[in-house]
């Protein structure tokens, strides 16, 4: 029988290799949308590849959550890494879903106005970003090393966050839901 181990990593690598290349494509996206040749001729395909990975690395996330809690020695969540990670991989998810039906709901003008593709597109990067301190954490709780070790993060602690990042996460997720609200308002204007 397959170890839950094996399946784990299988989830996990197709989970963080479809949000790189989306994190990737999210930031040649940025570098178009600020018109910066050659990227911007390339807006509608790299459009396209950032919002597939991050679909499918969306899709696949369930899967690492499970296999990982599977896999994990003892009750699955009794360690504080391992609660960190699923928090944060929750968190990435959900912005993820957010930049989905961002790019649903702008249609395609989405990348005409340069405030609204950066922020678009920073979004995106974002949670890659979670992902990646995902991944990160499982590697210093499986093999006590990351490759994010030099920033010392507070993997042991529960929640992860700090004070100035919490609130950094609510005023961004505020200012995103007044944008979108405004430019909602504007089309139905």
Not at 19 to 44: D, E, Q, R, V
Request: net charge neutral; aromatic share 8%.
């Amino acid at each position: 029988m397959v170890n839950p181990g094996t399946f784990h990593v299988v989830a996990t690598e197709l989970t963080v290799g479809s949000f790189a290349l989306a994190g990737l494509s999210f930031m040649l996206t940025c570098l178009a949308t600020l018109n910066i040749k050659p990227f911007n001729h390339y807006i509608t395909s790299l459009d396209a590849i950032a919002h597939f990975t991050l679909a499918f690395g969306l899709i696949t996330t369930p899967f690492s959550i499970v296999t990982g809690i599977m896999a994990a020695p003892g009750t699955g969540l009794d360690h504080p890494m391992l609660m960190n990670k699923m928090l944060i991989s929750s968190f990435a998810a959900g912005c993820a879903i957010g930049v989905l039906l961002h790019r649903k709901s702008a249609g395609p003008n989405l990348w005409d106005s340069t405030s609204n593709g950066l922020l678009h597109s920073n979004m995106g990067m974002a949670s890659t970003g979670f992902i990646l301190v995902t991944a990160s954490i499982g590697g210093t709780f499986a093999r006590g090393e990351s490759l994010l070790d030099f920033l010392h993060l507070p993997y042991r602690e529960v929640p992860v966050f700090p004070l100035w990042l919490s609130i950094l996460v609510i005023i961004v997720a505020t200012t995103t839901i007044v944008l979108n609200t405004q430019r909602t308002n504007e089309g139905t204007s």
